[in-house]
């Protein structure tokens, strides 16, 4: 499988704020990605009970690789997606994740075209993949889902005897294979063997006996992270040092965690401005409003509408079914009294404020509270165009937050 180092290229290029050399265990690592890879197949919205059982579902209709672009508004537009790879991944590291999307697709096109089993290589054909294609069958009206048996070579050592038979009997002449790196080979068994062991046992398509050592798994259309998934991934840092299971936050300021005493005074030394410009920083109480209230001609429209964004997906754009309308109610707590970061957004005469998980997304109309309108439209001329920035804020209430204005985070989230 795949490398530490591999481990954490791939993290940063779905888009996870990881230093390259950070201390997080190779499991706290591995589990961070295989959240990630199932965020990547947007698995919670398709598989609620993260189980799929092929003999309920019926055969998909159609040409499926168009299913398996699933970009977003940075992919689509060439200078967001340069400054987009420039941000996260460093001159040493592949984005293998982004490979591992294009042989998916790849895979998509070639079943598409009546081929009954492929092979992935890499250029130089030191490692690969036999693809043998069962089935495609249809998830919902934007998502096939192709069943597969897979085994893969181990480079350096000889195929076995099995490997041969299947090349030799399932693939055409000449070979037509898809080109993957080694690395999003890795990458792509991960998630092949993360999807395994979602179905069930009762399921076991026929195959041929030279088949007999291949897995079962299954592929669904994967694409970049969410606005939402990103802040998830993003907030649960871990300790601030080392990147394991935090226990404690810094008792002056309460924005960094540490696993222990001894983390947090190795820590102090990056951490201390910081610290200081936030417990030295000047907090103001707003009191927000619904987007429902302030927005009223707008009431029924459905919420997501107001949520897209250059993050959002193509086949997470879906129809009003199933969409919730705009609402009068404040969305859970799940910050305590714990600080947090907001985005501060300025358009006309309304202020958006919420957090990475969209958790809280709150609003402010000019007409309702002048003072404290200009307060934030000020603050958001500090950022990005004059018209969003970031700050540390507390919840004091369902509709307040106290928020430290005068202090700067030391650089922009990723958000």
Not at 220 to 234: K, Q
Not at 382 to 393: P, Q, S, V
Request: glycine share 6%.
């Amino acid at each position: 499988m795949a490398t530490r180092h591999e481990m954490i290229s791939n993290l940063r290029a779905l888009g996870i704020e990881l230093h390259p050399d950070t201390k997080m265990s190779e499991e706290r690592l591995k589990k961070k990605l295989h959240r990630a890879l199932d965020c990547a197949q947007l698995l919670s919205k398709r598989l609620p009970s993260s189980t799929l059982d092929p003999a309920n579902l019926k055969s998909w209709k159609g040409p499926s690789q168009k299913a398996f672009v699933a970009g977003n508004a940075i992919e689509g537009h060439p200078e967001m997606n340069a400054m987009h790879s420039a941000s996260q991944l460093s001159p040493d590291e592949d984005d293998h994740f982004s490979e591992m999307r294009q042989a998916l697709y790849s895979l998509a096109q070639q079943k598409d075209q009546g081929l009954k089993a492929t092979l992935i290589q890499d250029e130089d054909e030191i490692s690969g993949m036999c693809i043998k294609f069962v089935d495609v069958l249809h998830l919902d009206d934007k998502t096939p889902v192709m069943i597969l048996l897979y085994d893969h070579t181990v480079p350096g050592v000889l195929p076995p005897m099995e490997q041969l038979q299947f090349c030799a009997r399932e693939l055409c002449t000449p070979h037509i294979h898809v080109v993957a790196s080694q690395g999003s080979q890795k990458l792509l068994q991960r998630l092949l063997l993360l999807n395994s062991r979602r179905l069930p046992a009762s399921y076991q398509p026929p195959r041929q006996p030279y088949e007999r050592n291949f897995k079962l798994s299954f592929v669904l259309p994967a694409g970049p992270l969410s606005m939402v998934d990103l802040g998830t991934l993003n907030e649960e840092k871990g300790c601030d040092v080392c990147g394991e299971k935090a226990t404690q936050r810094c008792s002056a300021c309460e924005s960094v965690m540490y696993c222990g005493k001894a983390c947090q005074t190795h820590g102090w030394r990056s951490h201390k401005t910081q610290c200081k410009a936030l417990s030295l920083g000047s907090w103001s109480t707003i009191k927000f409003q619904s987007l429902a209230d302030t927005l009223p001609m707008f009431n029924g429209i459905p919420v997501e509408i107001f949520n897209m964004n250059r993050y959002t997906r193509s086949d997470e754009m879906h129809g009003d079914e199933g969409w919730a309308s705009t609402t009068r109610d404040v969305g859970p707590n799940i910050h305590g009294t714990n600080p947090f970061v907001i985005k501060i957004q300025t358009n006309g005469d309304t202020i958006r404020v919420y957090d990475r998980r969209r958790s809280l997304d709150v609003y402010l109309m000019k007409s309702w509270n002048l003072e404290n309108f200009l307060i934030l439209h000020t603050a958001a001329g500090t950022g990005f165009k004059g018209l969003k920035c970031y700050r540390w804020a507390k919840r004091v209430s369902d509709w307040e937050l106290s928020i430290c204005l005068d202090r700067k985070l030391p650089e922009d989230p990723r958000w």
